[in-house]
Antibody
Framework: QVQLLESGPGLVKPSEIMSLTCSVSGGSIISPGFCWTWLRHLPGRGLEWLACIFDNGETYYNPSLKSRLTISLDTSKNQFSLTLRSVTAADTAVYHC???????????????WGHGTTVTVSS | EIVLTQSPGTLSLSPGERASLSCRASQDIDSAYIAWYQHKSGQPPRLLMYRASYRADGIPDRFSGSGSGTDFSLTITSLEPEDFAMYYCQRYGSTPFTFGPGTKVDL
């Protein structure tokens, strides 16, 4: 059973860079047909899809955040990561990593989620 | 960008009652591009339905999904105590894979 565990800084100062890591256990990150995904749950608001990456390195980003985001894979550690630059208080959220099953134009949903890590942006 | 709206915002029901949740898209969407999630406070979201009407692994058959075009729905035929939660629809197809604002099902 694949499990995901997020790790992050907890507290980040405005204008700084936030880096999050998702450790994958119970399966390999080299798995065709899965897009490793980052999402966030903004306080008092809903879920926001941020980015995903396939095992071949193909990436997709939320256009509204693309200029500040980078998603990457570390196959040697079975992890994937998200970097968000120039953070503001509006980036305060619970950040989740998840595994999305996508086969071509067929979407099977975010079937595996991490419990999330809270990131607060404050000076 | 296709926007999803969900209604009602809050659905106040009792155990045993039927819940009908709506998800409306600003443009036609292939039904294969709709998923539904349940979210309880302090837990990660849980995939309920994919491709609008297919139940995810382990999801009880009191949950069902349907719809086409711009109108999609999630139905819970008889609410169990553990079903009181937030429910989100999500669309695929083109990124970003946006979510609706959610419907809260509460007592």
């Amino acid at each position: 059973q694949v499990q995901l565990l997020e790790s992050g800084p907890g507290l980040v100062k405005p204008s700084e860079i936030m880096s999050l890591t998702c450790s994958v256990s119970g399966g390999s990150i080299i798995s065709p047909g899965f897009c490793w995904t980052w999402l966030r749950h903004l306080p008092g608001r809903g879920l926001e899809w941020l980015a995903c990456i396939f095992d071949n390195g193909e990436t997709y980003y939320n256009p509204s955040l693309k200029s500040r985001l980078t998603i990457s894979l570390d196959t040697s550690k079975n992890q994937f990561s998200l970097t968000l630059r120039s953070v503001t208080a509006a980036d305060t959220a619970v950040y989740h990593c998840a595994r999305d099953r996508i086969l071509g134009d067929h979407y099977y949903g975010l079937g595996v989620w991490g419990h999330g890590t809270t990131v607060t942006v404050s000076s | 960008e296709i926007v999803l709206t969900q209604s009602p915002g809050t659905l106040s029901l009792s155990p045993g009652e039927r819940a009908s949740l709506s998800c409306r898209a600003s443009q036609d969407i292939d039904s294969a591009y709709i998923a539904w999630y349940q979210h309880k406070s302090g837990q990660p979201p849980r995939l309920l339905m994919y491709r609008a009407s297919y139940r995810a692994d382990g999801i009880p058959d009191r949950f069902s999904g349907s719809g086409s075009g711009t109108d999609f729905s999630l139905t819970i035929t008889s609410l169990e105590p553990e079903d009181f939660a937030m429910y989100y629809c999500q669309r695929y197809g083109s990124t970003p894979f946006t979510f609706g604002p959610g419907t809260k099902v509460d007592l």
